[in-house]
């Protein structure tokens, strides 16, 4: 059933896939979904987890069935590249099953945005989760966390790993379809949420004119401000003022 689904979607094309109704839940995020809830998990989140600082993993926040205020907090953390989970994601594309308070890797002690995060889950009651790497065919890297609220967890769910796979293949490769052109670097899609937030405009706003969601546009915004060279929103529109982009 799922995998009809998944080539339903392909013959519908990027804009159903990545356009929200009018309740914010994209034709994606309800897949995701259900490949969560036929395996027993209850919420899901997908993460760009391509870029690198300092060699450091970056993980970034594409699409998430939590609410957009849950998703907030959890960014507000701190560096989610300091998690144990993003460093065996680091050195390792082998799917794997975590708990709350459980160790991912072999370090001593959990840093501060890993105790903050795993208090947020907890006041959720959220207990353990599965963790699927995943990457495109341009060899763009993320991963598909699922969560779930009951501690009873199979180590393995190969079915659960070929339906994300598949899925985020599909995400991708239409969302970059729908977000081509570049200029200086950036999309079409970037820049149109760019001059969408320098025009005043919220994000959820935003979300509403581009037919995506929040967690997409906020991730364009970042993908922007990090082209540009900028540091914030605000130098992002200085530098592209700078660049000859019609922001404003």
Known sequence: MLTKRIDQLKSIGNA?????????????????????????????????????????MRPTIQLASFSDTFVKQVEETGDLGTCTLFERLDISTVPFAWEIGGRTTPLASPTSAELGINNLLSGIDIKCGYCVPVHSALGKR??????????????????????????????????????????????????????????????????????????????????????????????????????GLPVL
């Open 16 to 56: 159903a896939l990545l356009s929200d109704s009018n309740d914010d839940c994209t034709p994606a995020k309800s897949l995701f979904l259900e490949h969560s809830q036929s395996h027993g998990f209850h919420e899901f989140t997908v993460l760009d987890i391509s870029q690198k600082m300092s060699g450091m």
């Open 142 to 243: 993320g991963a598909v966390l699922y969560f779930r609220k009951e501690r009873q967890f199979a180590e393995k769910h190969p079915a659960l790993v070929l339906n994300t796979m598949r899925t985020y293949e599909l995400y991708i490769n239409l969302f970059s379809q729908y977000a081509s052109q570049p200029q200086l670097g950036l999309s079409t899609l970037e820049l149109k949420c760019l001059q969408s937030i320098a025009a005043g405009k919220t994000v959820s706003e935003t979300a509403k004119m581009v037919s995506l969601s929040d967690h997409t546009v906020n991730y364009c915004i970042a993908a922007a401000t990090r082209k540009l060279g900028a540091t914030n929103l605000t130098h992002a529109f200085y530098k592209a003022i700078q660049s």
